[in-house]
């Protein structure tokens, strides 16, 4: 079940919400500074709370004022911008945080009660949550680079039907409650994911592993804001789906083994550890692919590396033929997903079809050729 | 062809007797001995336990065996020797095929010329039947005893199962015990016999209807008389349990083992194991205001648990008095073995020095089918398909071939001695029994891996004369030097008397002098016409072949397991290794090619977004917008 100390999957998750957090919250910077010098575009953002400038008076012609105010009109207008936006961010995670701590913590209490965690039975259903969650993640967190585009497109719309339908209600405060409401959607997220897959891990785990996935998570929020190369985001993403789907095979193939240990447990009556240790006698051998008397990850005595071997590739010393065909098969899923999300967005063709967004694309940038030809035509005609 | 018993007439005809029984073995339904709870038994004629058979060491003894059951059975006369004949000897495919069911047999045991007298037993030795109750005590009288008393009686002891042995058989060889957990029996039984009857119960008692004939346990008493001496004959019946037998108030000396006499002994405690048989000499007291109680306590330590429900410890009594109470003192301090290797035979057998030795060494294991099974010398003993005295018989001159039998089979030489040589290398304790022969003991070691000749004393060859018994307990991690001489032409196996242990295969065969059990000795024609009646193939090797080395049709095993890295495995390895490095790289591709420009995203996300307007819904929380 991995070192008791630091638990690789809730790092992973919490590492997660928080990049897609901090993501949400650079675009938003990154959003606020391109409105703030755009005078010209069709929409524009609501004045700062001191401004008493109400949405009429955008219709009016524009008041001249001198370049130095002007200047310093923005900088006060992002500043209080840039404000409300950590504001809300922080609002929002530190109610998602309280959520989560306190549903954690009635969760474990109860849910301790409720049944015996070491029954092979919970594990594996554990596991299985947890493994399916890290699928989705894994295979959305190659989206991510483009999270900027979808949220910039997203916020825009939001402003606009701010613009559009005039409610001035919560016009100065959208870029608090805004935030604030995705912040805490992502850390519910987050708590419910962690909730799922803690149960089926030591208590002593999950609070390091949450504070360094999230002390990892803002830093490479940081980053990604920074230092907005897609490429390097994009070579970074694809080394964290790749850990994240290796432990999640190493978790759906654990999965399946402990359901497999249940039912030989249950048919011997009693846990088959007490019979004979690592050697004969202590695993079933039909199913049994490859055992070997060492290295055994839940060996309380023995322990080296192999627990650690275990939680991140799914080791065991003794493997069935179900375990092995689960890790199998969770990357044969990954693959086909992957595939079949790359062909929905339009970016490859299988078996020489296309999906509606590669046709799109495709004409799209027909489009955008021949609007090129035209032009360079044009202009050779016209010079 | 001879017959038998007109040849023993013939030979001795003044002095020797025929004593003839006629058993009808049968089931027998709701037996309830203990008192706990009533289970089918298998009984004689109609009735269990089975009667005590009493027979004079000049007689000869006939059991006329007929089968009412409905599965071959046999009876196994334990410690005769059977010299020359053994498809006397009563175990299954070693000296006969079974008696099929309607049919039947006639045991010929030549006690006359055997030499033998003293306390033995009759057990089947087909499956676990003596387990569910086909077991009764012998006493052969010699013409003098060689101690003096006044009377005596036979004690038998049990351990009970209220479930038939094929179910716990079933749950014993198992996937789902794969440490070999054995049965642990549900109680204890104590009975006496006097004179071929069994002693009935003490009156006034209620025991229940199916064996109310016979006394058990606190429903059975032994009257004593003041000043009078009495002889024990103690038994163990059981198939699992070795029993600490003492009485309180009374002293005892031990003066026969195995059936073999010895100088008095005295001793506190009688630990006697499973089939093993013991003679204590107890002298009554002169009060007789109180009555004592009889101990004999289940040794709980071979137990894999001791569940709440059993009392291993069987209280009976001596009565003095029909109107006093009885006296318990409870337990004694210390359980201890009997130390047998320093018991003096009254007969003296000097010490032969030995040509061959032959090593044993006992080990149980998880075997590659699950099952847990037992070895000598890394071998489980699985049954020939040809009876073994019937392979020794009609192999001709390939009969010395000792891989024939299977590879748990060894061939002696007539009149070689030679040396068993037994370790235990458990971690539980064994009581080993040789058929055909005693066995003199000329060594025990107390640790059989040691160097040290204080744990591990090499054999006193100046032994002038060592105790003679036919079963021997060895402890874990202990050894014994067996030496017996070959001077009974035939096939004899010997086993661990644990009943679990040999159906798990704690067994090895030896053949003594093939030829000359070819020549001696015709096979009643019974033992054929039965076998065939089983559809038992009756010659060739031990898979019924005249080409000693062909074993098709036969299946050995199962094997010890060979766990490591083996070709399954590491392909098992290698695909979960590829499917990785193949999902690894989908998510490169994915990532890489096909690029998205940033207008191009935009673009699908408002697509996305109207589309997701115009659908109106909202998913989780609630966005901040209408």
Not at chain 2, 158 to 175: A, M, P, R
Not at chain 2, 232 to 247: C, D, E, K, P, Q
Request: hydrophobic share 45%; net charge negative; with cysteine.
């Amino acid at each position: 079940m991995g070192k008791n100390v630091f638990s690789v999957p809730i790092f992973f998750i919490v590492f997660r919400e928080t990049l897609e957090a901090a993501i949400i919250v650079s675009v938003l910077c990154g959003l606020v500074e391109q409105i703030a010098y755009d005078h010209n575009g069709l929409h524009r953002a609501p004045d700062s709370p001191d401004d008493k400038d109400s949405a009429e008076d955008l219709a009016a012609p524009p008041v001249l004022v001198s370049p130095e105010d002007a200047a310093l009109r923005k900088r006060r207008f992002l500043r209080r911008m840039r404000w409300q936006i950590f504001a809300g961010s922080f609002v929002g995670l530190f109610i998602a945080l309280a959520i989560g701590a306190a549903f954690i913590a009635v969760w474990f209490t109860k849910a301790s009660n409720l049944w015996a965690k070491s029954e092979e039975l919970w594990e594996g259903i554990f596991e299985l949550i947890a493994c399916i969650m890290i699928f989705v993640m894994g295979v959305t967190m190659l989206k991510m680079d483009r999270a900027k585009a979808k949220w910039r497109v997203k916020l825009q719309r939001a402003f606009d039907g701010q613009h559009v339908d005039g409610k001035a209600k919560s016009g100065k405060w959208v870029l608090f409650v805004l935030p604030m409401i995705t912040v805490l959607r992502e850390g519910m997220e987050a708590v419910i994911f962690v909730g799922g897959v803690s149960l089926g891990q030591p208590a002593t785990s999950i609070p390091l592993a949450a504070v360094v996935g999230l002390i990892c998570g803002l830093i490479c929020g940081y980053i990604i804001y920074t230092f907005a190369s897609r490429t390097t985001l994009t070579v970074f993403l694809v080394v964290m789906t790749n850990f994240i789907l290796l432990i999640g095979a190493g978790l759906f193939s654990r999965a399946v083994w402990a359901f497999q240990e249940q039912r030989f447990n249950h048919l011997l009556g009693a846990d088959v550890d007490d019979a004979g240790g690592d050697g004969p006698g202590s695993f079933d051998v039909r199913g049994n692919v490859w055992h070997l008397d060492c290295c055994n990850p839940d060996d309380n005595f023995d322990n080296s590396g192999w627990s650690l071997f275990n939680a991140i590739f799914g080791w065991t010393n003794s493997a069935t033929l179900g375990s092995v065909l689960g890790y199998v098969f969770y990357w044969l899923a990954a693959i086909v997903t992957l595939v079949a999300m790359k062909w929905k967005e339009g970016r490859t063709k299988v078996l020489g079809r296309e999906s509606a967004a590669g046709v799109r694309r495709r004409e799209r940038a027909a489009l955008a050729r021949g609007d090129a030809e035209m032009a360079a035509t044009d202009e050779k005609a016209s010079a | 062809m001879r017959f038998a018993l007109a040849l023993l007439a013939a030979v001795s005809p003044v002095l020797a007797g025929v004593h003839e029984v006629w058993w009808n073995i049968t089931y027998v339904q709701d037996a309830n001995p203990d008192g706990l709870q009533p289970r089918r038994v298998i009984g004689v004629n109609g009735t269990w336990p089975p009667p005590p058979i009493d027979v004079q060491s000049t007689d000869d003894l006939v059991v006329h065996a007929y089968n009412s059951l409905d599965q071959p059975m046999t009876l196994h006369h334990h410690g005769m020797y059977f010299n020359s004949t053994t498809w006397m000897d009563g175990a299954l495919a070693v000296s006969q095929c079974g008696i099929p069911p309607n049919k039947s047999f006639d045991y010929v045991v030549p006690i006359s010329t055997s030499g033998q007298w003293g306390t033995y037993w009759i057990h089947s030795h087909a499956g676990g039947q003596y387990v569910d109750g086909l077991r009764a005590p012998i006493v052969i009288h010699p013409p003098t005893e060689k101690h003096a008393y006044d009377e005596e009686f036979t004690v038998v002891l049990g351990d009970w199962y209220h479930d038939e042995h094929s179910v716990l058989l079933s749950k014993f060889i198992s996937i789902a015990n794969p440490g070999g957990a054995e049965p642990v029996p549900d109680s204890a039984l104590i009975y006496y016999a006097q004179n071929a009857s069994y002693l009935g119960p003490i009156a006034g008692t209620h025991p229940d209807a199916v064996t109310s004939a016979v006394g058990f346990n606190e429903n059975a008493t032994l009257p004593f008389q003041p000043g009078k001496t009495y002889r024990l004959r103690i038994v163990n019946t059981s198939a699992f349990a070795m029993f600490f037998v003492w009485i309180d108030g009374h002293e005892m000396q031990i003066i026969e083992v195995d059936g073999t006499d010895v100088e008095s002994y005295p001793t506190d405690l009688v630990t006697v194991t499973v089939a093993q048989r013991y003679s204590v000499l107890v002298t009554a007291r002169n009060d007789t205001n109180a009555n004592w109680a009889i101990h004999a306590n289940m040794d709980t330590d071979m137990f894999d648990t001791v569940p709440e429900a059993l009392n291993p410890n069987v209280t009976s009594s001596v009565t003095y008095n029909a109107s006093a109470s009885v006296t318990d003192l409870g337990f004694i301090d210390l359980y201890h073995d009997v130390d047998d290797i320093a018991l003096v035979p009254l007969v003296v057998e000097p010490m032969l020095p030995s040509t061959r030795t032959i090593q044993l060494e006992v080990l149980f294991d998880t075997m590659d089918d699950g099952t847990n099974r037992a070895m000598f010398n890394g071998q489980t003993y699985v049954s020939p398909l040809v009876p073994t005295v019937l392979s020794e018989m009609t192999l001709g001159a390939n009969a010395t071939t000792a891989s024939a039998y299977g590879p748990f089979s060894f061939v002696l030489n007539h009149l070689e001695v030679f040396d068993i040589v037994l370790q235990n290398g458990d971690a539980g304790k064994h009581p080993f029994h040789l058929h055909g022969h005693k066995f003199q003991i000329v060594q025990r070691s107390t640790d059989y891996t040691s160097d040290d000749p204080a744990l591990n004393p090499p054999i006193n060859e100046t032994q002038v004369n060592p105790v003679r018994r036919d079963t021997v307990q060895v402890p874990s991690g202990e050894g014994v030097t067996l030496r017996v001489i070959a001077d009974n032409p035939g096939a004899w196996i010997f086993h661990c008397h644990i009943e679990w242990h040999l159906e798990a295969g704690l067994a090895v065969t030896f053949l003594e002098a093939p030829l000359v059990a070819q020549a001696r000795n015709t096979m009643p024609a019974a033992i054929v016409e039965q076998c065939e009646a089983l559809s038992v193939p009756v010659s060739g090797n031990a898979a019924g072949h005249s080409d000693v080395a062909d074993f098709s049709g036969w299946t050995l095993g199962p094997f010890q397991q060979n766990n490591g890295w083996h070709s399954k495995g590491i392909g098992a390895m290698a695909g979960c290794v590829l499917t990785a490095v193949l999902g690894m790289l989908t998510v490169v591709w994915y990532a890489l090619g096909g690029h998205i420009s940033e207008e191009e995203m935009e673009h699908e996300a408002r697509v996305q977004q109207e589309a997701k307007a115009r659908r109106g819904k909202l998913f989780g929380l609630i966005k901040p917008k209408n």
